[in-house]
Nanobody
Framework: QVQLVESGGGLVQAGGSLRLSCVAS????????MGWYRQTPGGQRELVAR???????NVAVSVRGRFSISRDNAKNTVYLQMNNLTTDDTNVYYC??????????WGQGTQVTVSS
């Protein structure tokens, strides 16, 4: 059973920064990709940023230039660096491990709240 545990969320003022961490119970290189997601107003989870096994990344347009994703393979950890935060970034952020075409895995999320 794969476990993904997020941390690093909290309360921050607009313009501030946070770094989220996702620690996996096994090598993150056993996944095709590791990603960070958050919920849309309609309740669906949308991709924020993703890093593939080979190191290539995707970052959502809405956060491009402010957020970046990185990893420490030795620590089984994926990071989401969030800079210049806005109130629109307030959300629960979820870590996801993809093993396409097999089933993926979700963490339980970490709350990020950005105040005006």
């Amino acid at each position: 059973q794969v476990q993904l545990v997020e941390s690093g969320g909290g309360l921050v003022q607009a313009g501030g920064s946070l770094r989220l961490s996702c620690v996996a119970s096994e090598s993150i290189l056993s996944f095709n990709a590791m990603g960070w997601y958050r919920q849309t107003p309609g309740g669906q989870r949308e991709l924020v940023a993703r890093i593939f096994k080979g190191g290539d990344t995707n970052v959502a347009v809405s956060v491009r230039g402010r957020f970046s994703i990185s990893r420490d393979n030795a620590k089984n950890t994926v990071y989401l660096q969030m800079n210049n935060l806005t109130t629109d970034d307030t959300n629960v952020y979820y870590c996801h491990g993809d093993r396409w075409p097999a089933a993926g895995y979700w963490g339980q999320g970490t709350q990020v709240t950005v105040s005006s």
